[in-house]
């Protein structure tokens, strides 16, 4: 019988990598595209080439492109070679302070880049599911408009009908967004569009911090990531802004994939929704700083700068009723702290094995 093809865009980064290990553990073919711009973005701290190299050696039928996902003619002439049943779309500028360096090209990656995938998808197989990963910054500031209740280490909602966190009807326009929370709009009304208006299987998930062992994590990208590599080689971690109790709520990638895979299993077309951690696996940055402490025995060294990032949510937690709702077999798998003991130790080894170079 014919293996079933899956294409994921951006798979030598976090998610990407996740969804090809674990398609190709459930037999799939499956084909990445990825360029390593994350390297062009960040510099060699975000190179993800060493994550191909792993994909390579732990998959079966894995096939891995050095692709453009902006270059229109290289996208298609892919999609008339193979027909694919699943896309996973999550090749990005996910940053949302680098954005502002790099309008251009931050558009052309994420609203380009995904309107190449969708119109490739609509013209060579337009019965594939087709997920796209958006993010909590298409709705901009708005979610800081939600009453807050500043607490010790955090803040938090206010109001007891906001406690399980923002939904999917909180508003996306006449808000700040930041030029990445702009772009990823664009491509999260566009990809809702081809759902919508050509009835195609496209869902859309807006993501809260994504984390997971295969990040190249950067300050400018990968909140848990790259704090656990902060305090594992001394470096200097800087907070910015709001006294460091601000919240994000933190999803492992392997609970992000089975989401895509649920979603896949019974699509529905043109949907949106939130993916995040929700409240059990949500911290401020100050508690995960003091919980890193705890799990290193080092006191952490931080500097704390008065103004906070454009744009930035203040309290963010995903509420994840609707998702629940529509696949009640999906639930959280990975806690903070199983999150925390899984990172930990292997960026220990990295952080150990680039001071013995
Ligand atoms: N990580 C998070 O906290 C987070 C939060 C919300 C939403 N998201 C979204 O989820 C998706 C995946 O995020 P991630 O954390 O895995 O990002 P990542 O940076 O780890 O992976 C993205 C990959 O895309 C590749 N890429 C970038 N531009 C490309 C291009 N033009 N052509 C081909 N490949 C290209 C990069 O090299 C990288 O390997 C993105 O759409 C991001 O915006 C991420």
Not at 36 to 52: I, K
Not at 75 to 102: G, T
Not at 180 to 206: C, H, L, P, T, W
Not at 314 to 327: A, D, E, G, P, W
Request: aromatic share 10%; net charge neutral.
């Amino acid at each position: 019988m014919k293996r079933k093809t899956i294409l994921v865009t951006g798979s030598s980064g976090l998610i990407g990598s996740e969804a090809v290990e674990y398609f190709d553990r459930q037999g799939y073919c499956v084909v990445g595209m990825d360029n390593n711009m994350r390297r062009a973005f960040f510099g060699p701290q975000g190179d993800t080439l060493w994550n191909l190299e792993r994909l390579r050696s732990v998959t079966r039928n894995f096939i891995p492109h050095d692709l453009d996902i902006r270059d229109g003619a290289k996208v298609r002439e892919m999609f008339r070679e193979r027909h694919f049943e699943l896309i996973v779309h999550c090749a990005a500028q996910p940053s949302h302070d680098k954005a502002r360096e790099i309008p251009i090209l931050d558009f052309e990656v994420n609203a380009l880049g995904t309107v190449n995938l969708l119109e490739a998808t609509r013209q060579h197989c337009p019965e594939a599911v087709f997920v796209f990963m958006s993010t909590n910054k298409v709705y901009g500031d708005a979610p800081n408009e939600i009453p807050l209740a500043e607490l010790e280490t955090r803040y938090d909602y206010a109001r007891p009908e906001d406690f399980a966190g923002v939904d999917e009807t909180c508003r996306i326009d006449r808000t700040m967004h930041s030029l990445f929370g702009a772009s990823k709009a664009a491509a999260d009304i566009v990809a809702q569009e081809y759902g919508r208006y050509f009835k195609m299987n496209v869902g859309v998930f807006r993501g809260g911090c994504l984390t997971g062992p295969s990040h190249s994590g950067v300050e400018l990208h990968g909140f848990l990531s790259y704090l656990v590599k902060v305090a594992l080689s001394g470096g200097t971690y800087s907070v910015f802004g709001y006294k460091g109790k601000q919240v994000r709520d933190n999803i492992h990638s392997y609970d992000v994939v089975r989401a895509i895979e649920e979603f896949a299993e019974n699509p529905r077309p043109g949907e949106v929704y939130k993916l995040g951690g929700g409240r059990e696996n949500s911290t401020s940055v100050i508690e995960a700083i003091g919980r890193l402490e705890q799990m290193t025995g080092h006191k952490m060294n931080r500097r704390y700068l008065e103004e906070a990032r454009k744009g930035d949510h203040i309290c963010y937690i995903s509420n994840l009723c609707k998702f629940k709702s529509h696949y009640p077999k999906w639930k959280i798998t990975r806690s903070l702290d199983a999150i925390l003991e899984e990172i930990v130790p292997l960026q220990r080894a990295q952080v150990a094995q680039t001071t013995a170079i």
